[in-house]
Every structure is written in structure tokens, then in C-alpha cells.
């Protein structure tokens, strides 16, 4: 497998032995192989010229902050499109797990133990998408739409309409999981711990989808499930565990959420998540249709969103333009890997 700049790096010692420069050729490998980078590049030029101040470290640190949560779902979302599936209740499994988790907390006032509640009941959301999506074999988008309301319909039954809110004697150690910064170097630069699980995650994502045989797996499934099928591939075990993943993601991300707001509300938490995640990977060049994807790319289709998001909001933008925004910024990401095509 080809490390990340290889190509490029290839070109530019062939240029410096004399060999003749092929600027189209290295124009076209920017634009493919390395658009989110080129993306990620721009959008930042133009957040520093709106904003000289946009590079200080409490900003930079506060996109991640703003989007690890969505960012740790966009993860699992990466693997569900890569092999060529949607997953249309990442929000609603998000808010279900987090009303539950602080329910537990404040019954056990124990933090670990809720986080474990956590991981379970994402890792048992993810198998009972992935069991209906094999065993049933019901299209994810149907699966999912499915869950993205009965999940929905659960957690605001549960709520009665009332938020689900952590006790005062388990306030102050549940929200330092979220809220507390790790000091890092001598003179002090702070990194938020929401920031450290973002990266965390990201980093054990492409191992899994680049050093493994699972995520050769699941590149094959999303790119030819017949085929991979034929060649020994145990496509709906692969695609089960896709969704225990992805579904497990969710679950540290609910906690994540319980941590940082301290109180969910059954109706609105975790609203549109799914749809950040989808643009997140779409963004980051991850292939819409399966069989490609960039875990890379999805992290920094993140970050490209937070700074559409701060960037809009510097330059005095209604916010009820920013979704409108995104929608554009899909489109144009889908056109671009058709016209790849």
C-alpha cells in the first residue's frame, strides 16, 4: 500500500534528478488523490483572511472541540459507506444511548460504568441494524430510516419530555471527562481531552481500514459485492461487524455528549448528526457509492466543516444559511468524484 504523499514525492525526485517536470500529470494526483488536502488548504487561507486571528491555538483547539463528537460518529460512518451502505440513525441511536447513559450514571455514580453502558448499547444498536441488514435482508437505508425513528420515538417516551439531566454528585466527574484540557508541554499548550478522543479514534480507524484484512474487506464488499462474495469473502459477517463498529462509535460519542451538555433532551439531542457525518465523509473524498474510502479525508471533512461553520458566522451569515451550505458543499463533493469517474 501506498503512504500518503508517495506519488507526489516521487514526482519531485524524478524533477530533481532532471527529469522533465509533467505539471498536469502532478495537477491531476492533487485533484483526485489529495483533494481533501487541497480543500482543507483553501478553506484555511480563507478563514485566516476573514479572520487574522483564526490559526491562535484556542481557536484551532475549539473546532475540535466543536466537532469530535460528530467527528468519532463520521468514523463509523466511513466504514458504512466505504462498503457501499447508509446509516440514517446515527443521531437518534446518539441521543437514546446518552439519555440512557446518564440515567445509569446517576443510578451506579459510577462514570466508568456508564461509559461501558455506553459502548454496549451502541455495539447492540450497531448488531441489530447489521442482523436486519443480513439476516433480513432489508437495504440499510430502509434499516436505518427504520431506527432513526423507533430510537427517536424510545428515548422522547422515556424523557416524557423532560431532559435527562446528571446528578449533582456525579456533575462535576462526568463533565470533566468532556470538559477538562490535558497538559501536554512545559509551557502549557492545553489540549481538550474531546480533541484527544477525536484523534484517538481517527488513528485506530485507519489502522483498522488500512493494516487489517477486515478493511480490505470492506472496500471489496463496497465495491463489488458479488465478486467479493465469489472470492471467499463473509460479506454479511463483514457487514454485521461494520455496524457493531459504527455502532459502538456511537455509543462513546453519546457519552461524549452526556459529558459536555450534562443534560440531553429526548426531542433535539443529537439532531442532523447523520447528516453531518455523511457530509464529513462525502467532503473528505470517501467514494458515495462504495469501495473507496479516506479516513483521512473524513477527519479533515470534519475540521472543514466546524470552519465553513465559524467562517459563516465571522462573516456575519444568517445561520440558517449554514445547512444550505452543506447541501452545496455535497452536491459539489458527489459531482466531483462522478466527474473522477
Known amino acids: ?5 508517495d506519488r507526489v514525492k516521487g514526482f519531485a525526485i524524478k524533477t530533481f534528478k ?32 476573514v479572520s487574522p486571528s483564526f490559526l491562535a491555538w484556542g481557536n484551532l483547539s475549539n473546532q475540535f472541540v466543536q466537532g469530535a463528537i460528530v467527528g468519532i460518529c463520521a468514523m463509523g460512518m466511513s466504514l458504512v459507506i466505504s462498503a457501499g451502505m447508509i446509516d440514517l440513525s446515527v443521531g437518534s441511536a ?7 447513559g446518564i440515567s445509569v450514571l446517576n443510578s451506579t ?3 466508568l460504568l456508564c461509559l461501558l453502558f455506553c459502548l454496549g448499547a451502541g455495539l447492540m444498536v450497531g448488531l441489530i441494524n447489521g442482523i436486519l441488514v443480513t439476516k433480513g435482508r432489508i437495504a440499510p437505508f430502509i434499516v ?42 512545559p509551557d502549557r499548550l492545553d489540549i481538550p481531552n474531546l480533541m484527544l478522543f477525536f484523534v484517538i479514534i481517527t488513528v485506530i480507524t485507519m489502522i483498522l481500514m488500512s493494516k487489517t484484512k477486515f478493511g480490505t474487506y470492506v472496500y471489496a464488499i463496497g465495491s463489488n459485492q458479488q465478486a467479493a462474495r465469489l472470492s471467499g469473502i463473509p460479506v454479511d459477517r463483514v457487514k454485521t461487524l461494520i ?10 460519542a453519546a457519552f461524549l455528549l452526556g459529558s459536555r451538555l450534562t443534560a440531553i433532551q429526548a426531542a433535539s439531542a ?19 457509492a462504495g469501495g473507496k474510502g479516506k479516513i483521512m479525508g473524513t477527519f479533515l471533512g470534519v475540521l472543514m466543516l466546524r470552519i465553513i461553520s465559524t467562517v459563516l458566522i465571522m462573516a456575519r451569515v444568517p445561520p440558517f444559511l449554514n445547512g444550505l451550505v452543506q447541501g452545496i458543499i455535497i452536491i459539489i463533493a458527489v459531482l ?6
Open 270 to 288: 443529537g439532531t442532523a448528526y447523520e447528516m453531518d457525518a455523511i457530509a464529513a465523509v462525502a467532503i473528505g473524498g470517501t467514494s458515495m
Open 94 to 100: 446518539v441521543a437514546l444511548i446518552s439519555g440512557l
Open 336 to 341: 466531483a468524484q462522478n466527474r473522477r469517474k
Open 144 to 185: 436505518t430510516l427504520a431506527a432513526m425513528s423507533a430510537w427517536r420515538s424510545v428515548i422522547n417516551q422515556l424523557g416524557q419530555g423532560g431532559p435527562f439531566t446528571v446528578s449533582r454528585a456525579m456533575y462535576d466527574s462526568y463533565r470533566a471527562v468532556a470538559a477538562d484540557r490535558h497538559w501536554l508541554i
Open 18 to 49: 532532471g527529469g522533465k517536470p509533467d505539471i498536469p500529470s502532478l495537477w491531476r494526483i492533487i485533484t483526485t488523490e489529495y483533494s481533501h488536502w487541497l480543500s482543507f488548504l483553501v478553506l484555511l487561507v480563507v478563514a485566516v483572511i
Open 243 to 252: 455496524f457493531v463498529y459504527a455502532g459502538t462509535l456511537y455509543g462513546l
Open 1 to 5: 500500500m501506498k503512504l500518503p504523499f
Open 109 to 111: 455514580e459510577s462514570v
